[in-house]
């Protein structure tokens, strides 16, 4: 129907400010989110220019990328790092934005913090210079990623100008099996439509499992949807988004949270909304899944054999299945399950919620990491460490022979000081194996918080049902 318009539309349409171009718009921005590692060539390129932030109360600050993980840490920790964080406070002090420090409360991961503080709300629009901001739209929000040069735009203008992407709308439908998680689910999307299919769209996630799932669960969804090319992902805010906002530090509150609360109850999609490209997921057939190359495309049931580049007639891809079997040391036909693993990671804005850790404390309980494996969890802020501490979890972990450190990007990104050694292979429930994501010359295997448990209890890739009770 004429008038019938998709989540993104009605987004879309409340924010722009004028067409620049045909298909270009000027569009406004609600709330900005910067951190150390992306934010100081844009304060300089304010500086330079002379010009000041437009609303320092819509940008939001904090420490956590090129910071030390090691308990007791500080922003002087790393000494790789010091200076971004140093540059961060004086451009924060300087431009009046608020800045959530290394020993803040509130600090941790911007994509974890921004949800679970309420700065992200249903039908609004958010940025930030970091490719997984569109785990914010877990939550209803159209939020994505941008470049420095946005950065600074935004900054000064509280506006960016954008191109209008197209959509897409991912129908996840059917019964999730046991041992199977979000992680799961969006690993097998990628590896089902390739990594390059979301270009040019932003993505709306539906069907009866996205609705069954958690709002941390969501943003797992969300967070990779970079990784199939997307612009951004959202799912539609419903009484679990409503529940989940309700009391939030920065929630509406009193007759802003009534008034709020009708204007989210409009924006999902209405029933005869047309997408540019819909794909269905079947999920009765998944099982836990495990990258075997250096894309989120390149993966498999932990159970498959890796598949042979010989026999795909793409031979682009082909060329590209060969060298990231050649960069893993396997070889096609070989099983990932009994591969040995050095490193077991649980962090990264993918999978450092609160439910995260209790899905691998779950597979955890009672049972040690191999000898031979370095073990690690690193909650994505210091409200979910506190959260999981209370329930005794870290503990749980401890005992095992985990490490259980502070809130922060960690060994996703190896711009800290954690970091897999050469030749070393790591499961991770990070986002990206690409060739040295992790360190130079590291070893990247994805897969959900369980199924890295249960591989650092194993010592190698494993079956995590085998674990559970």
């Not at 039908?123 to 929000?141: E, I, Q, R």
């Not at 749980?396 to 954690?418: H, K, P, Q, T, Y």
């Amino acid at each position: 129907m004429a008038n019938s318009e998709t989540l993104f539309d009605k987004i879309w349409l409340s924010h722009v400010i004028r067409e620049i171009e045909d298909g270009v718009f000027l569009l406004h921005v609600d709330r900005h989110m910067v951190h150390e590692c992306t934010s100081a060539a844009a304060f300089e390129g304010l500086k330079r220019a002379g010009r000041k932030t437009r609303n320092p109360e819509l940008t939001y600050a904090v420490v956590d990328h090129i910071l030390s993980t090691a308990k007791g840490r500080t922003g002087e920790t790393f000494a790789g790092g010091r200076e971004f964080v140093q540059l961060l406070r004086e451009n924060c002090q300087a431009h009046k934005i608020e800045l959530i420090d290394v020993d803040d409360p509130r600090q941790g991961i911007v994509h974890v913090i921004a949800p679970e503080l309420g700065i992200v709300l249903p039908g609004t629009t958010l940025v930030c210079g970091d490719s997984h901001t569109a785990t914010c739209g877990g939550l209803g929000c159209w939020a994505w990623g941008i470049g420095t040069s946005e950065v600074e735009h935004v900054l000064a203008t509280q506006t960016i100008v954008q191109r209008r992407p197209k959509r897409m709308r991912i129908n996840f439908e059917g019964k999730l099996n046991r041992g199977v998680y979000a992680k799961d689910l969006i690993l097998r999307l990628i590896g089902q439509i390739g990594v390059a299919a979301g270009r040019g769209y932003a993505v709306e996630y539906a069907g009866s499992v996205i609705r069954s799932l958690s709002i941390e669960e969501r943003q797992t969804i969300c967070n990779m949807s970079i990784e199939f090319g997307a612009r951004a992902g959202l799912i539609a805010a419903d009484d679990v988004t409503f529940e989940y906002l309700h009391d939030l530090p920065y929630s509406p509150k009193g007759e802003m949270w009534e008034q709020s609360l009708a204007y989210w109850r409009s924006l999902p999609t209405d029933p005869e909304a047309v997408f540019d490209r819909e794909v269905d997921v079947d999920c009765t057939s998944i099982g836990p899944q495990v990258t075997w190359g250096t894309t989120p495309e390149d993966v498999g049931s932990v159970s498959d054999p890796i598949p042979d580049p010989a026999a795909v007639n793409d031979l682009a891809r082909r060329a590209a299945m060969d060298r990231s079997l050649t960069y893993l040391g396997l070889e096609a036909g070989q099983s990932l399950e009994g591969l040995t693993v050095d490193v077991a990671f649980i962090g990264s804005c993918t999978n450092s919620r609160l439910s995260d850790i209790e899905a691998a404390a779950e597979v955890v309980r009672g049972r040690k990491v191999a000898s031979h494996v370095r073990a690690l969890v690193v909650p994505g802020s210091a409200q979910v460490k506190h959260a999981a501490e209370s329930l005794g979890l870290d503990k749980v972990f401890l005992e095992a022979g985990f490490e259980w450190r502070e809130a922060g990007c960690s060994m996703c990104v190896a711009i800290n000081d954690d970091f897999v050694g050469p030749g070393k292979r790591c499961i991770s429930t990070s986002n990206r194996n690409f060739e040295g994501r992790q360190g130079q010359k590291s070893r990247t295997h994805l897969a959900s918080p369980a199924s890295v448990a249960a591989a650092a209890i194993a010592g190698a890739v494993t079956d995590v049902r085998r674990y559970l009770t």
